[in-house]
């Protein structure tokens, strides 16, 4: 049986069993792996070490910064700094320009940070601001994502794009400029999508936020708008991606003693214990009564879910990429190189709805399309914007994303399908419009 076959009927299993099934999420990926392993050849064992090898990937960058970020949240929440910073920004931007102020955060946030660190850290504020605008915690949420799922996906210094820069021989600068056009398209496609298809998308998790902030000593502290000014309690997300975003833009530096101290500070692990470090602080300045070892149980009880389910869902998507179905991939496009335009595109597009990962689907199609840079009419640069437009389509069950989406906001496997999913093939269609206009131009 071909890879492609068999990773199809695993998905559609996965798919029922968590949706109609009613499996638990974590479960239903593990076997989902070991099935794809075993019927894919690969062997009992082999299978094994590979679902290990990709659990522990996973769980080695995301299990701590989960518990750091949760940490955080429950401070802003305590302290009711999640709600002042809301309500500052409601009168910022107001209700109806929240999308497109969430979205252009998440733009610029995800430039220097990973996508799932940047939602991490911004979830305490995403839910504040839900409840202050009462709007759908989904709709605050997607918003951000399609903002911090462009830049990942389409900007520099983010280890994707600089891939597909280098696989292709493009020139960075005008590959940065290209694709930022490109990303914008991208970005007003996923707001788009947001502030008209999950306006109504509300869930039981939004009255559990609700209750908690109407019950809590953080909306009692927060009535009057506290005499702190929301400034501060920002630092505890600030401080984090300014840490982060150093260490990707001034790589170069790192030589030496301090080169060496600005690499460790700004890993995402450390960088996020600074701002947890700085959110106790905060907390014991503000609730002298108050225990934080009491706030880091509650952080780990909360993250335990989300830490467990999503290394299972990075594994699942181990296995994906360790059966060789991007191999087969590659040998079936090699052969239909007359899509000319949207070859690119294509490759980008399956093998990102194969394998769930946005870095291997760069990598990938950059590899496959990198062997014909010289018989299309088209410039590296073009090329890049066209993956990077096909690595949108689509997000679904086998991306780790997903699974933090589910758990974070307790959102149901089928609302995800109806909102996540489409919006990211919304937004992989309304890049490609941008690199079509940007070409008819003569710019791309």
């Not at 990709?54 to 709600?83: D, H, P, Q, S, Y």
């Not at 109806?96 to 955060?105: D, E, I, N, S, V």
């Not at 769930?356 to 990938?364: D, E, K, N, P, Q």
């Amino acid at each position: 049986m071909s890879p492609l076959l068999v990773l199809l009927i695993v998905l559609l299993l996965l798919i029922l069993s968590v949706s109609r099934w009613k499996w638990h999420p974590f479960i239903a990926l593990i076997l989902a792996a070991m099935a794809l392993g075993l019927c894919s050849g690969l062997g009992g064992k082999t299978t094994i070490d590979l679902l290990a090898q990709g659990f522990g990937n996973t769980m080695k960058w995301i299990a701590i910064v989960v518990i750091l970020g949760a940490f955080i949240g429950e401070v802003l929440r305590e302290t009711g700094g999640a709600l002042r910073i809301a309500g500052s920004v409601l009168r910022l931007f107001g209700a109806k320009r929240l999308p497109w102020a969430m979205g252009f955060t998440g733009y610029l946030v995800s430039i220097p940070v990973f996508v799932d660190v940047a939602y991490i850290v911004l979830q305490p504020v995403t839910e504040a601001i839900a409840v202050s605008a009462r709007k759908p915690v989904l709709m605050i949420g997607l918003a951000l994502t399609a903002g911090l799922t462009v830049s990942h996906t389409l900007l520099p210094p983010t280890p994707g794009p600089l891939a597909v820069a280098s696989l292709l021989e493009a020139d960075i600068g005008r590959m940065l400029l290209i694709n930022g056009v490109v990303g914008l398209f991208a970005l007003a496609g996923g707001i788009f999508f947001v502030i008209n298809c999950c306006a109504n998308s509300w869930i039981e998790y939004d009255e559990e936020l609700k209750k908690e902030h109407l019950n809590s000593q953080a909306a009692a502290k927060s009535v009057d708008g506290g005499k702190d000014s929301a400034l501060l309690d920002l630092l505890p997300i600030v401080v984090p991606i300014a840490l982060m975003a150093m260490g990707a833009f001034l790589q170069a530096e790192r030589t030496g003693y301090w080169g060496e101290f600005l690499g460790f500070i700004s890993t995402p692990m450390v960088a996020v214990l600074v701002g947890a470090g700085i959110a106790g602080l905060q907390y014991r300045r503000k609730e002298k009564a108050g225990s934080i070892a009491e706030l880091v149980e509650q952080a780990i009880i909360k993250s335990a879910l989300v830490i467990m389910i999503t290394g299972a869902g990075g594994a699942f998507g181990f296995l994906i990429r360790e059966s060789g179905v991007q191999d087969s991939l590659s040998a079936f496009f090699t052969t239909i190189p007359f899509l000319g335009f949207f070859l690119p595109f294509f490759i980008a597009a399956i093998l990102t709805t194969a394998t769930g990962s946005i870095t291997v689907s760069l990598i990938g199609a950059a590899s496959i399309v990198g062997s014909m840079v010289e018989v299309l009419p088209y410039s590296p640069e073009l090329l890049a914007a066209l993956i990077g437009c096909g690595s949108f389509c689509v997000f679904h069950a086998n991306s780790s994303f997903f699974w933090l989406l589910n758990r974070l906001h307790k959102v149901p496997v089928a609302t995800l399908y109806r909102t996540y999913t489409l919006q990211s093939l919304v937004m992989g269609f309304s890049g490609l419009v941008g690199v079509g206009i940007l070409y008819w131009l003569g710019i791309a």
